[in-house]
């Protein structure tokens, strides 16, 4: 069993489409380990989204990541970060594949309805930006 780390970005909260991407995320065999709402101030956003500090699009993401409530998760199950990717779908909804939550419920590559971490050692960090050890019921 292995844990990553998602959020639920503000365009899905906004669609309404929270309920409909963790019903997905639990049909595929996904155990909520730790789940809360929040919304990220730009400090909190700043620090998750550090590493692209100097690129183009940062100032947009900042905007986009702080302009509602995201559900934040820590999510269970076997091989969790290569799955979760799997079953979010590529970054530009456009090119992810049918079926996936981005290509679903996305936009473009901002606005993609879904974080997920890429590797176990990100999941951990990003994880550790919002729970502690006691946050998580599994």
């Not at 906004?14 to 101030?41: P, V």
């Not at 699009?57 to 900042?62: A, G, K, W």
Request: aromatic share 8%.
């Amino acid at each position: 069993m292995s844990r990553t780390f998602t959020i639920i970005k503000p365009d899905s909260m906004r669609k309404k489409a929270e309920g409909k991407i963790i019903d997905i995320l639990l049909s595929h065999g996904f155990r909520i380990a730790a789940m809360r709402a929040t919304r990220l101030s730009q400090e909190k956003a700043g620090e998750f989204y550090a590493i692209h500090k100097e690129k183009v699009f940062f100032d947009e993401l900042m905007e986009y990541m702080t302009s509602g409530p995201v559900i934040v998760a820590v999510l269970e199950r076997d091989d969790a970060v290569a799955e979760l990717r799997r079953v979010v779908g590529a970054t530009n909804p456009q090119k992810a594949e049918p079926g996936t939550i981005r290509a679903m419920f996305g936009k473009d590559v901002t606005e993609n309805a879904i974080h997920a971490s890429d590797s176990d050692e990100n999941a951990r960090i990003e994880a550790a930006h919002f729970f502690s050890e006691e946050d998580y019921c599994l």
